[in-house]
């Protein structure tokens, strides 16, 4: 069972949370303009990075807000919370 | 309006048959309900400071802007529940006045105000073991030096949603579930609590 830190509420069982995949993933402006295989990069492929990932998470039976989380998928050490309107962090590597 | 005759609350059926502890060991946990209270979900910015105002002049209490935080005033309690959404608390058949006062007050400021008294109620769990019982279902952590009095928090009890809110250091807990939840909460407590002496209280506690 993770701990994860809620911006809002801090520190809760992740039993509370739901996962919402890759974070910053921007919907394009004119999804007319793309082709079937551009539709599909931004509908279904995902990153799936050994080591660090951004991710949303949403705060399901709690505050209701979606964050973004800094997770390391080897280890699943969450480094960082951030909300979801601020910029990604920078990475160490 | 409301047919008072024949209103039912949602615990009625589990209150019906109220049970005493053995009195041997006594009662570690009491359970009633605060039934037919006004629930009102209000969302607004609080960086608007005309919304703030608006509100605190409306219902006599500044909202509590520090996440899962109460603050009461008279006789309204306002619980946070987000950072722009709130649960607002009224006695009995008052939520309807207080509905239409603070949309008054509002105007036209960009808020909420939503009447959700019959979707909801209030399971009290009070006594020495209340906090033991919750526990075993509910992940908060509810050490007195994390959460007491004056805090509430969203979270979930086994398997139902719930608002808790922790009333005095007895510790008494006010719990808001749905109301389909209300009569699963009601028992899940029921059995969880028998290792610590249950009371079933069809009087609601003031
Ligand atoms: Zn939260």
Known sequence: ?93 | MSDQARRESPLAEFLAAPRKADPATGAGVQISERPFLGHINLRGDPSEKRFLEAVEGAIGVALPLEPNTVAEGGEISALWLGPDEWLLLTPPDRQRDVVLTLKAALGDTFAAVNDLSGGQTVVRIQGTHARDVLSKGCPLDLHPRVFGPGQCAQSHISKTMALIRQIDDTPTYDVIVRRSFADYLARWLEEAAQEYGLAVIAESPT
């Open chain 1, 1 to 93: 069972m993770l701990l994860i830190s809620c911006p809002w509420c801090g520190p809760r069982e992740e039993s509370e949370f739901s996962y919402g995949g890759e974070a910053h993933i921007v919907r394009p402006k004119d999804p007319d303009a793309l082709s079937d295989l551009e539709w599909a990069d931004y509908l279904f492929m995902r990153n799936n990075p050994s080591g660090r990932y951004l991710e949303r998470w949403l705060h399901a039976a709690g505050c209701r807000r979606w964050f973004n989380a800094e997770r390391d998928t080897v280890s699943y050490k969450i480094k960082s919370v951030y909300k979801i309107s601020d910029p990604a962090p920078r990475g160490d590597e």
